[in-house]
């Protein structure tokens, strides 16, 4: 079955600074979601990355999808403290009998003043 | 436009009841999906019902099921509970099959099983 794992799992990281979180997965798909999550809410969709050097930015976040390379990239610029919070990234999984998404592991994301 | 709703927000049971979910889709989505989230285990996916049938199911014991109605609210029932069924649950919404279109999240029911 298809894995997805994420790194860093956490990532404290200083306001105004830049950092990559990297999405990983074992077998072959073409569609790719960033999540967010604050503590105790729900699921914020971010980014829908459907095809291969597929770029999305939206302020501060920027999402790209490698689908040779099974990886996807969220970068963070210039690192604001709303920013703190959990990203998920979920891979569609067509596995014949049961298709669904498979989510990463989250990385949780601290930003300090 | 109303989000997806789901209810109660909150829940605490006993072992060996059953409880039941309920999750309201956006208007005009037709494919509600459940999981379920725990520290140990992260983000895990139960079923999804579209057009009020299941189309998908995750690894979870036949303690867990749901079921769709022609409105597209969905319910998601556990019987016998345990005490690793504490998580938080969250239901998504999508126009098509989840795999295929972006699905919006609810926010949650916190099950906690005493």
């Known amino acids: 079955e298809l894995k997805v794992e994420q790194n860093p799992l956490f990532l404290s990281m200083q306001e105004g600074k830049n950092y990559t979180i990297y999405c990983n997965y074992s077998t072959t798909s073409d569609r790719l979601y960033w999540y967010r999550q604050d503590p105790g809410k729900s699921l914020e969709s971010l980014f829908v990355?459907?095809?291969?050097?597929a770029v999305k930015q939206e302020g501060r976040l920027m999402a790209s999808l490698d689908t040779k390379a099974r990886l996807s990239t969220l970068h963070i610029t210039a690192a604001v403290h709303d920013l703190s919070a959990t990203y998920f990234c979920?891979?569609?999984?067509?596995?014949?009998?049961?298709?669904?998404?498979?989510f990463g592991t989250g990385t949780l994301l601290a930003v300090q003043p | 436009k109303a989000g997806v709703t789901q209810t109660p927000r909150y829940l605490i049971k006993t072992r060996g009841q059953q409880v039941t979910l309920s999750c309201s889709p956006i208007s005009g989505h037709r494919s509600v999906s459940w999981y379920q989230q725990t520290p140990g285990q992260g983000l895990q996916f139960l079923f999804e019902y579209f057009s009020e049938t299941q189309r998908n199911k995750g690894n979870f014991p036949g303690r867990f099921s749901g079921r769709q109605f022609s409105n597209s609210r969905s319910e998601m029932n556990v019987s016998t509970l345990e005490l690793g069924d504490s998580a938080l649950y969250l239901c998504a919404s999508s126009p098509g099959p989840s795999v295929n279109t972006e699905a919006f999240f609810g926010q949650g029911t916190r099950l906690t099983v005493v």
């Open positions: 979920a891979v569609g999984y067509y596995g014949g009998a049961t298709n669904k998404l498979i």
């Open positions: 990355l459907l095809s291969n050097g």
